[in-house]
């Protein structure tokens, strides 16, 4: 692995487990925080685009209200070029009815070399 290789994959698992305390403590804010102001997001192949900051919000900021009792583990991260992958697990009760969802899926991202500048989050449900 190349000491760039090992940069990105330092940095990957830095933003991801920042993003993943953010999701835990359904702490919005510091979720974003791994984002560049002009990011891109993507929860779905189908989906378009989420482009900027505030748009991003748009999408994660009902988390403290819907979800409780949330676990978050991401899996090895993998490199190629300034894009990172991994693996990841969330486990959440939903607020209104208690039910339990298991999400499991993957994280595609790519880096400006110190935040994240596109990310693609496909999952299911469980």
Wanted: hydrophobic share 40%; proline share 4%.
């Amino acid at each position: 692995m190349t000491d760039q290789e090992q940069a990105t994959r330092a940095l990957g698992r830095t933003l991801v487990e920042e993003f993943g305390r953010g999701w835990a403590k359904a702490k919005v804010d510091v979720l974003l925080s791994v984002f560049a102001e002009d990011a891109a997001f993507l929860d779905s192949p189908f989906s378009e685009p989420l482009k900027g900051i505030d748009a991003i919000r748009g999408y994660w900021g009902d988390v403290p209200m819907n979800q409780s009792e949330i676990t978050f583990t991401p899996g090895e991260v993998f490199v190629v070029g300034p894009w990172f992958s991994t693996e990841f697990r969330c486990v959440f009760r939903r607020r209104r009815t208690g039910e339990w969802v298991d999400a499991r899926g993957a994280l595609f991202c790519e880096t400006n070399g110190e935040k994240i500048t596109e990310m693609r989050m496909y999952w299911e449900r469980r």
